[in-house]
């Protein structure tokens, strides 16, 4: 008589699954039978999957378009077919206007109206959220009048607040559906945030710092400020990163050794150092290193030598003193 074996727990496949190797093993799992397809399609499954798995590179997108990963990189295939399915040039959106791309997360695009260089852009622009693969978008609400006079107060306003719109990346227990807008508006006095999950459908108020009170214990920061409460990042020179749930902004413009932090679960604003002694002003660029590691690449000037290196490192990921980056490769 032969031994019946007993079924395997849900929870055992589970923890069996998620050491797969790549998501192509999840889809072959998917189809041996409806209980395995059920479990590796479970939202819960695949945001724990996702965690232990760094999704694989198929493509950048900038301003010039959709430039898909080709030969010999492993992911070539996978992204000449996610090219051929999705529709980047987004003709799916609304046409009474061009469309500039913002942010992409999650699968999710968000794009602001382009208003070209003979409108004058408004503090808010009108923002949609798209899935390009499916073809399918969500044109956002206007922010509240209420809501948007808060960014001229207090009066009079000398510089016109400008507006970043940026998509946040889903919190652990979110739906794979849901997403989250957050529009950081850089006054002349404070910053400002608005907040637009997609599970309300509505705009709301959020975290609002000044920047006095931002910088204030830093020292020869604030004073070496014209005006104190004065905005000390300049638009045209901001570049925005994003690691484990922050949102990072540089200004090379003025030279300045420190990064401005949006914490997107806390939504808490701070500033960190940059790594000091001879750190160039050509930009840098923030990644996640591992291990909750924050990782940066940039250029260190070598004045004695008359040379520029590029550099390589690393601090963990919530501390803010220039001495916690420890340099790997320069």
Known sequence: MALELPEIPSHLLAQIFLRLPA????????????????????????????RLH??????FLDLEGFHPALPPH??????????????????????????????????????ARDHGEDE??????????????????IALPSVPDALAASVYRPAPVARMPWCEPCLAPLGEDEATTAFRVICVVHCETKLATFV????????????????????????????????????????MFLRRHYAYGCF???????????????????????IADLPS???????????????????????????????RDLCYTIRQNKGESSSQWQMVKG
Request: hydrophobic share 40%; net charge positive.
């Open 120 to 137: 004058r852009s408004p503090v808010f622009k009108e923002l949609v959220v798209c899935d390009p693969l499916h073809r399918r978008y």
């Open 196 to 235: 637009f999950p997609s599970s309300t459908g509505q705009w709301r108020t959020s975290v609002c710092k000044g920047w006095r009170e931002l910088f204030r214990g830093r020292g020869e920061t604030v004073n070496s400020l014209r005006e104190p409460s004065n905005s000390p990042l300049d638009p």
């Open 277 to 307: 002694k001879g750190w160039g002003t050509f930009g840098v660029a923030i990644l996640e290193a591992g291990e909750g590691k924050l990782g940066l690449f940039g250029i260190r000037d070598e004045p004695a030598v008359g040379e």
């Open 74 to 111: 492993p992911s070539a295939p996978a992204a000449s077919s996610f090219a051929a399915a999705a529709d980047f040039t987004f003709s799916f959106l609304p046409a009474h206007c061009g469309w500039i791309v913002q942010e992409i997360r999650d699968g999710r695009v968000l794009l």
């Open 54 to 59: 760094a999704p694989p590179l198929l493509a």
């Open 23 to 50: 998501p192509e093993d999840l889809a072959r799992t998917s189809a041996v039978c409806i209980t395995f397809r059920r479990l590796v399609t479970d939202g819960s499954f695949l945001r724990r999957f996702r």
């Open 248 to 270: 990072y902004w540089e200004s090379t413009m003025i030279k300045r050794k420190e990064l401005l932090v949006l914490d997107t679960q806390r939504m808490e604003f701070s």
